[in-house]
């Protein structure tokens, strides 16, 4: 390990497994276009103050010196990233380095002590203060920086003049409402090891990397665990990460990641990307947490129903498993990664009726209108389903296998608890693959369902795209919007389901796509509608007064009074 002597500026290497023994501290920032390398600083060359990587080492160095620090670490110049053996042996012991330093500067280029001061002048609130200023920080978005917050003792937050903003603790309320951390955690009162697997990565899904590789190895000192880096494997250091953190625990809130994505394909159990853990900042993991038995014998059972083995290319674990109820319909499950969507209550028949309660018929509309990601808190509601309908899931003539990850529970906002299962579906070489919608879901009280334990064989990775049933021409409806849309005081904001970037294979969902319009020959939002009571919707905002907004709802009607009655898309409006 190599440090930054901050009175000569010079180099100093410190070898020895217990690292060096003087003590220093170490900086995070976030990587801009004019960074000072190892190189530059031994080579001396083409280094000046007016250089903006070579101002941030300065400042570092002349804050640490004012606080009694000899050395600093920082890591554009204390690596020689020529060499791949000692950029492994960095980026593999960087948390322990973050944890060993006697302080962290979180330097914030992108915060300055006028815009601190300029906002104080309208909120008189510190906390307020604060949470808009470093919320709008680069820092608290990148992958690396999540690490470099939780590793080290103290935290000391800097704007742009190095002036202190304050540290990890006193600013934890902000950082929390920023970042979903446990306030805890910040405070050093609670471990990260002590949050589930699932928790922590979803520290991590709002962040992003220079690097695809780097999402997963800046999270490997979060979970204490050592690997190669091999840049150019792209999404698969991902999984590899997984594959090793499900080597060492056996916490299955690993897999209760859920897609956004509505495609018609089975996807194996390691999630793509940390992005996938975005709604599992409640989910918890305790084998121990339910009631335990009596009987070593079942004792025994217990431990080894919540453990796996990695066999090849898939995995081997036994869990309950609980299968759809011949009729399809009848099973209370809460699909808590998708929200109903309306401001006003919708009857079956899909006509708006003047209500101000976030409340909608169980039969009606919304029960097939669905964000797969939260827009805002004015249009989601979240409610459970009483049933649900697995005649889509069924079509292809698979078996849809509904497994209970015993241990891993999710808390509502009423603080009520679930289990959470996943859904599972045979691919074509015979290993369990999730189904993406619905790929996760919520056991109110799993005692009152009837599930056994069964051997599950589950494929890692890969992909297979099921073929997208026949579905009516005549059913597939495009929404002509007027060339002259943006002159108008309304915009198109979004569309319910939300717009797919491929909708051939969408059909999960049904989500929007797009087609031509052969009139004009440009792109118009399009939709398919095979499903009696069904909708789909389009939200216009007006540009001025939100008030005057509005959802141009689709729902197809048919007449039931006649055994082949007639079928109709009816439009309605909900302000």
Known sequence: MRLLNTETLQLEQFDGDGGPKASYAILSHTWGDDEVSFQDMMQHTGISENRQGFSKILGCCAKARSEGYRYVWIDTCCIDKSSSAELSEAINSMFKWYQDAEVCYAFLSDVSSLAIAEYGLVVDDDRLRHKATLSNSRWFTRGWTLQELLAPLEVVFCD??????????????????????????????RSPAQYSVAQRMSWASARNTTRVEDEAYCLMGLFDVNMPLLYGEGRKAFKRLQLEIMRQSTDRSI???????????LEGVLAPAPAMFEDCGSVEWGPLSFEMTTSPEEDNQLNRN????????????????????????????????????TDDEINGD?????????????????????????????????????????????HKGR????????????????????????????????????????????IPEPTL???????????????????????????????????????????????????????????????????????????????????????????????????????????????????????????????
């Open 399 to 442: 078996t849809v296998v509904l497994t209970m990850l015993d241990g891993c529970t999710k808390r509502d906002g009423n603080n009520e608890e679930y289990t959470v299962g996943i859904t599972l579906c045979l691919d074509a070489d015979g290993l369990m693959k999730r189904v993406h919608f619905p790929s996760r879901f919520l």
């Open 350 to 394: 899909g006509a708006a009726q003047d209500h101000d309660t976030t409340n909608v018929d169980n039969d009606g509309v919304a029960d097939f209108i669905h964000f797969p990601r939260d827009v805002g808190e004015l249009y989601t509601h979240e409610r459970p389903f009483r049933e649900f309908d697995y005649g889509f899931l069924r």
């Open 160 to 189: 742009s003049s190095w002036d202190e903003i304050g540290t990890r603790e006193t600013l934890s309320p902000e950082i929390t409402e920023i970042t979903g951390i446990d306030e805890a955690v910040l405070k050093l009162e």
């Open 306 to 341: 919540v453990c796996h083995d990695i066999i090849g290319f898939s995995l081997r674990m036994e869990a309950g498993v609980m299968e759809p109820p011949r009729s399809g319909r009848g099973v209370p499950m809460v699909f808590k990664e998708y929200w109903d969507v």
């Open 449 to 575: 369902f009837r599930s056994r334990v069964q051997t599950l064989h589950a494929a890692l990775s890969g992909t297979e795209v099921l073929q997208q049933p026949p579905l009516p021409n005549w059913t597939k409806c495009m929404v002509r919007l007027p060339d002259n849309l943006a002159d108008l005081p309304y915009e198109l904001a979004y569309t319910i389901p939300a717009m797919a970037n491929n909708a051939a294979g969408c059909w999960y969902l049904e989500r929007w796509g797009e087609t031509t319009d052969y009139a004009t020959f440009r792109m118009q939002p399009s939709f398919s509608l095979h499903r009696t009571g069904t909708g789909r919707a389009m939200a216009f905002y007006h540009k001025t007064d939100h008030t005057l907004s509005f959802l141009l709802i689709f729902t197809l009607v048919k007449n039931r009074e006649q055994p082949r009655g007639k079928q109709w898309i009816q439009v309605g409006i909900v302000q």
């Open 255 to 265: 897999l209760t990641w859920a897609s956004p994505d509505s495609h018609g394909v």
